[in-house]
């Protein structure tokens, strides 16, 4: 089996594509555009820095600094 990669037309890719599948012609998906959508949505992911965590780790101090109270 040959792969072979062809740059079809918007227009007129549904019309190639059941051709080449009345052919027996496997099709696979590309792959380039869904990695460049995770790529993209990865860029929007925001950075925290250390000092943005310090808070967390005083308020996590002090709350394991709380005692219950006695009945």
Known sequence: METLIINIPD??????KQILKGLGVT?????????SAYRKKLLKVSTWAAEDLNS?????????????QQW
């Open 11 to 16: 227009k007129k890719s549904t019309l190639v």
């Open 27 to 35: 099709i696979q998906e590309n792959n380039q555009t869904k990695e």
């Open 56 to 68: 967390f780790e005083d308020s996590r101090k002090s709350f394991e600094n709380l005692s219950p």
